[in-house]
Nanobody, 119 residues
Framework: QAQLVESGGGLVQTGESLRLSCTASGSIFSINTMGWYRQAPGKERELVATITRDGSTNYAEPVKGRFTISRDNAKNTMYLQSNSLKPEDTAVYFC?????????????WGQGTQVTVSS
C-alpha cells in the first residue's frame, strides 16, 4: 500500500508565496505521473498541474506563469511552488500519484493541505 502526505499549506496574503510538498511512502516500486489538484468550497476538484516521471509538465490556465511543479524521484517527493497567490487560489490542495507496487498499480491520493489566501 502507498501513502501520500502533503505539507506546506497555510494562510498567506495576496501576492505571497507557498511551497507545497508531497511525499509518497510504502512498498513502492516506482511512481509514474504525479499531480496537484485543488478543491474550493462548493466546487469540484480541479487539476492544477501534473508532471511525468521524466519531468514533462502540464498546467491549468489559471496558474500558468505563477506555479511551478517539480519532483525528486530519488525521494518520491513532488513540489508545487506557488507564487503571486490570489484569493481565488484558496482551496484544499491534493497530491496525486500513479504508483507501481509489486504486482499492481493504481492512483493514490493524499489527504490534502489547506491553502488560504487573504485579500
Amino acid at each position: 500500500q502507498a501513502q501520500l502526505v502533503e505539507s506546506g499549506g497555510g494562510l498567506v496574503q495576496t501576492g505571497e508565496s507557498l511551497r507545497l510538498s508531497c511525499t509518497a511512502s510504502g512498498s513502492i516500486f516506482s511512481i509514474n505521473t504525479m499531480g496537484w489538484y485543488r478543491q474550493a468550497p462548493g466546487k469540484e476538484r480541479e487539476l492544477v498541474a501534473t508532471i511525468t516521471r521524466d519531468g514533462s509538465t502540464n498546467y491549468a490556465e489559471p496558474v500558468k506563469g505563477r506555479f511551478t511543479i517539480s519532483r525528486d524521484n530519488a525521494k518520491n517527493t513532488m513540489y508545487l511552488q506557488s507564487n503571486s497567490l490570489k484569493p481565488e487560489d484558496t482551496a484544499v490542495y491534493f497530491c496525486y500519484a500513479y504508483v507501481v507496487l509489486s504486482g499492481r498499480s493504481y492512483g493514490a491520493w493524499g489527504q490534502g493541505t489547506q491553502v488560504t489566501v487573504s485579500s
